[in-house]
């Protein structure tokens, strides 16, 4: 037996990633499609300039993700977490724009 103390060892803590973000671009995006293969994800970012009416219009891809499926399960992960605490502090996100859309603002039928 030995005379040493019995210690317990400390899960590593996570490494800061450092980030170099000066050939960063933003846009923004109203709409997403996902779409993948076995290998990998595929997502669209996209202006949807008519959200609240069926149209013949295009929308117009500005942006394209590919992820393979372990940064997408990370990414999911992710924004899950953030999404969570966004309801927390603001309150549960409708995403049925229909569900969203106050009936004095909505225009009358024949007008």
């Known amino acids: 037996m ?3 103390p019995e210690t317990k060892e400390q ?3 996570p490494k ?3 980030l170099d973000e000066s050939g960063a671009v933003a846009c923004y995006a109203n709409f997403c499609r996902v779409t993948g293969t076995p290998e990998e994800l595929i997502i669209d970012f996209g202006l949807n300039t008519q959200p609240m009416v069926a149209s ?3 929308i ?4 394209r993700i590919i992820l393979n499926y372990y940064t997408a399960k990370r990414m999911l992960g992710a924004l899950h977490m953030a999404v969570q605490r966004h309801e927390a502090a603001f309150g549960t ?3 049925d724009i229909q569900k969203r859309v106050i009936p004095s603002a909505q ?4 007008g």
């Open 60 to 63: 117009k891809v500005n942006e």
């Open 107 to 110: 225009r009358p039928a024949n």
């Open 11 to 13: 899960p590593a803590a």
């Open 93 to 95: 996100l409708e995403t």
């Open 56 to 58: 013949q219009e295009k």
């Open 2 to 4: 030995s005379d040493a």
């Open 16 to 18: 800061q990633v450092e």
